[in-house]
């Protein structure tokens, strides 16, 4: 196992050549280079950023070096609080680049994780950049060390990488390629459909698949879209071997990310208001574009705004925003759903060696998919505690949520002990039990359709955050950062002002993965031309 070092944060992934941004909003927002010198505008125009979370910050952030009056609206008392332990994987290329930017090391290497079912230790994975790269998926399918699955199971999922045959109607990742027409074929479909229709053995489904899908997307299979699945496992683990590589960091991302940040943008001249809750919106009556942004008895004049907010949060906003009823787009937010969170922190009376920094655990005591964390070797703050340090996150965790925090522990460290044999008969000296309820993005069967652009029908009005739709293919923290980005390009398209923000886009598809998939758009427009084609697919 690779040690954690405190000292140095691993170098992100070579970037790949960006793509060029459109003036024309063109959902690819990349390219410019930000001067640290940019030009400020003759006259500073004032943005309001609401949500102090990784879109908002990251808005907040290009745009107060580019000159603008910057203003940032948080739920709290500093930046917004990320809820439960994420990981950082190999792909977020942007994130590490702004963690350059800043100069902080809030970063462990990169770390072995392992699955755990009620009969024990299922699955280590390695570090997969560390062995010989094989052609996708093949080393993502070939590393793990999987304890109990036979390899005839995993052969099971070649299907979902596979090129197809002619008249085929679904070629799956291959045929995902995160368009709106790949994301609204897919979206009504469960997760659960999509591996049966395609032959997965239900062994691998359950060992292997599910334990994903209720950690990348937080719910079981059936209450997941198949284009959701399809973004998050090929973006996480199918496109490049080395997908899955996690690191952490190594205390709160409020303390060690958020904070120093938000500081950092202050000397620009950034301006934070905490504990402020959006509850309208006032209208220039000349043109149709927000003019202030209501907090209760306090309004802030904006030039622009960016909403960053969450599903539960910016619902909450609608719900009391007249001026956003008025516009069908929001109405339709309403009909998005999130996902309670249970994040528990445990010390224990002794010496615990746990396997791996990271773990997940499915199948236990007819709980979801949950995670568990050995704080000792991943928190600065920890690394010479005497006790045990865990942390435990369970989302879709709504059966949780009512109990007493004795209760829960409770139910914890019973579920915990049968993953790890060593934990029977520890005390648990002191518990801290956190709930957030509706806290997570549910990306149910159909719910694409419900979802926002970055732009809206308010012309200054634009949108940020996980479930925001982009092109850029990215998932989790990487794409909160980079809707925010992207909102902050379209800032500065809007009032015509300033540098864009550069993006680096997803590693390119290998060549093979592009071949396949050129030829299944050949083939999707011969099946489109052929006479009674739709007949012989039946």
């Known amino acids: 196992m690779l040690a954690i070092s405190s000292a140095a944060t691993p170098p992100p992934p070579p970037p790949s050549p960006p793509r060029s941004f459109s003036r024309r909003h063109s959902g690819h927002c990349s390219a410019v280079a930000l001067s640290p010198h940019a030009d400020h505008p003759s006259e500073k125009k004032k943005v309001v950023v609401v949500g102090s979370g990784w879109a908002g910050l990251a808005s907040a952030h290009h745009l107060t070096k580019q000159g603008f009056d910057v203003t940032v609206l948080g739920s709290g008392n500093g930046p917004a609080e990320e809820i439960g332990m994420r990981g950082f994987r190999y792909a977020y290329r942007n994130i590490f680049s702004l963690v350059d930017e800043l100069g902080i ?16 230790l299922e699955v280590e994975f390695p570090i997969f950049q560390d062995l010989p790269k094989l052609p996708a998926p093949f080393g993502a399918l070939l590393y793990p060390q999987f304890l109990r699955l036979p390899l005839v199971d995993r052969l099971t999922s070649i299907p979902l990488m596979a090129a197809g045959i002619l008249f085929s109607t679904n070629v799956l990742f291959i045929d995902f390629d995160n368009t709106d027409i790949a994301w609204r074929k897919y979206d009504a479909m469960t997760a659960r459909e999509l591996f049966k229709q395609f032959g997965c053995s239900e062994r691998l489904y359950r060992e292997a698949f599910e334990p994903f899908l209720q950690i990348g997307l937080f719910a079981p299979g059936e209450q997941c879209s198949a284009a959701a699945t399809l973004g998050m496992l090929y973006y996480f683990f199918l496109a490049h071997q080395q997908n899955f590589d996690v690191l952490w960091c190594r205390g709160s991302v409020q303390n060690k990310i958020f904070t120093p940040w938000l500081e950092s943008m202050k000397i620009y001249g950034c301006k934070f208001h905490g504990n402020s809750k959006v509850t309208d919106f006032i209208l220039d009556g000349n043109n149709g574009t927000i003019a202030e942004v209501v907090c209760g008895q306090e309004a802030f ?172 293919g990215s998932w989790s923290q990487e794409k909160a950062y980079v809707t925010g980005l992207e909102a902050a390009n379209r800032v500065v398209d809007y009032f015509g002002d300033g540098s864009l923000a550069k993006i680096i886009a997803v590693e390119e598809d290998e060549p093979h993965i592009e071949t396949l998939r050129s030829i299944n758009r050949r083939l999707g427009e011969l099946r489109a031309e052929l006479p009674l084609s739709d007949f012989f697919l039946q």
């Open 301 to 472: 004049q904006a030039d622009a705004v960016i909403l960053a907010e969450g599903v539960s949060a910016i619902q909450s906003t609608v719900s009391s925003s007249p001026v956003l009823q008025s516009r069908e787009e929001f109405l339709q937010v309403l009909n998005l759903s999130s996902i309670d969170v249970i994040s528990l922190r445990l010390w224990l009376d002794r010496k615990v060696q746990i396997l791996k920094p990271g773990n997940v655990c499915f199948g236990v005591d007819g709980l979801s998919g949950w995670t568990f964390f050995d704080l000792n070797s991943i928190y600065d703050e920890y690394e010479d505690e005497p006790a045990t340090v865990l942390q435990a996150d369970f989302a879709y965790a709504r059966q949780l949520l009512p109990l007493k925090d004795d209760q829960i522990v409770q139910k914890v460290v019973s579920c915990l002990s049968i993953c790890i044999k060593e934990l029977n008969g520890a005390t648990v000296l002191q518990h801290i039990v956190d709930r957030f309820p509706n806290s997570a993005t549910h990306y149910f069967p159909g719910s694409y359709k419900y979802m926002m652009r970055g732009s809206s029908s308010f012309p200054n009005l634009f949108m940020a955050g996980d479930w925001i739709v982009t092109r850029h």
């Open 105 to 120: 090391k809030p970063f462990t290497n990169w770390t072995r994780s392992a699955h755990f079912s009620p009969d024990g």
